[in-house]
């Protein structure tokens, strides 16, 4: 297994458009997480997956994400109308029933 | 809500030196983690601490974990330049969602 992958690995948009990540985990592992992570900052919770099931989601998330894991095997995260403030790197993770979680090499975002 | 600090922010080391980092969170956990992170590249798992007065050591870092005071430490032993990176501890919150701290940037000195 390769670990973790994310595509695409940079994402230049326009402010206002939709953008599309996609995350494909280790292919045992049942939990799946999104994060964001700012330049000097420590990676940020956005949403957590159990096979298909989205079992939690950040307060701070706002209405313009949503994530999905279909089939509890790869799993989207989409941005609709995006904002400047939304440029940061998108990182994934997943785990299977134990605590340690590998991370994906992210996606980086910049809205111009 | 759990806070998670790390101290210090930044660090600059001599090689062959000591030093420990420290990672203090505000409410009970019983899981805590430390990561690795070079410039521009994801985070690499470095331990998993999952019980009071857990200890973990790999090459020159040691990990502990005390669950009552809320404090984990990452002591590294006679530094080498390949550690500087940033690290980052992260707690538990809850079933399913983990807390980072803000990351401590270590630069060792030749």
């Known amino acids: ?112 | 809500e759990l806070k998670v600090e790390q101290n210090p922010l930044f660090l600059s080391m001599q090689e062959g030196k000591n030093y420990t980092i420290y990672c203090n969170y505000s409410t009970t956990s019983d899981r805590l983690y430390w990561y690795r992170q070079d410039p521009g590249k994801s985070l690499e798992s470095l331990f998993v601490l999952l019980s009071n007065g857990a200890v973990k050591q790999e090459g020159r870092l040691m990990a502990s974990l005390d669950t009552k005071a809320r404090l984990s430490t990452l002591h590294i032993t006679a530094a080498v330049h390949d550690l500087s990176a940033t690290y980052f501890c992260a707690v538990a919150s809850g079933t399913y969602k983990y807390i980072f701290g803000t990351g401590t940037r270590l630069k060792v000195l030749a």
């Open chain 1, 1 to 112: 297994d390769t670990g973790v992958s994310q595509n695409p690995r940079h994402k230049i948009t326009k402010r206002g458009q939709n953008v599309t990540f996609r995350c494909d985990p280790i292919s045992e592992h049942n939990r799946l997480y999104w994060y964001r992570q700012t330049l000097g900052q420590g990676p940020e919770f956005l949403t957590y997956f159990q096979n298909e099931a989205q079992l939690e989601k950040s307060r701070l998330l706002s209405d313009r994400f949503s994530a999905e894991r279909p089939k509890g095997s790869f799993s989207t995260l989409e941005i609709q109308r995006t904002e400047q403030g939304d440029s940061a790197m998108y990182l994934c993770a997943s785990s299977y029933d134990s605590y340690e979680q590998y991370f994906g090499p992210g996606t980086r975002l910049t809205v111009t």
